[in-house]
């Protein structure tokens, strides 16, 4: 079986923190990540498509998403990337319900996660066996 995506790339300025490095002993090398500081996020969006023919055209895609973060610096207190990737998954599945997604969300292009959502099939039916 095939499956067909297309994808998209857009980045966000942002402002986070991640508290538990001024506490954790394990975290001493990074406490400095406690403060605010700035990256540039960068996505990466995967969605399925059904058909060759533009079944959602990308660039209208990208434009909706960088959309939804509007414009000037994120402010995403202490959002990680798995965070902000499962905030933008939420959204997603509602708009383009019955699609298999992954999205990419990193630090400066440097360090990051990948969050793969992957559709249920439906049920079987009795003349589908």
């Known amino acids: 079986m095939i499956k067909k995506k297309i994808w998209v790339t857009f980045q966000k300025e942002g402002i986070h ?3 538990a490095a001024a506490t954790d002993e394990k975290l001493k090398d990074v406490s400095f990540l406690a403060n605010p500081h700035r990256h540039m ?8 498509v059904f058909h060759d023919d533009r079944d959602v055209e990308f660039i209208l895609l990208k434009r909706e998403l960088e959309g939804l973060y509007g414009s ?16 933008l998954l939420a959204y997603l599945k509602n708009q383009y319900a019955g699609r298999d997604v992954t999205i990419i969300v990193s630090e400066d292009n440097e360090n990051g996660c990948e969050l793969v959502y992957e559709r249920t099939k439906p049920a079987l039916s009795i003349q589908d066996e």
């Not at 996020?41 to 399925?48: A, G, I, N, S, T």
């Not at 995403?76 to 965070?83: A, K, T």
């Open 72 to 87: 000037g610096t994120l402010k995403l207190d202490f959002m990680s990337c798995e965070m902000i990737a499962e905030e």
């Open 41 to 48: 996020f960068h996505f990466k969006v995967y969605l399925e």
């Open 17 to 19: 923190c991640y508290p």
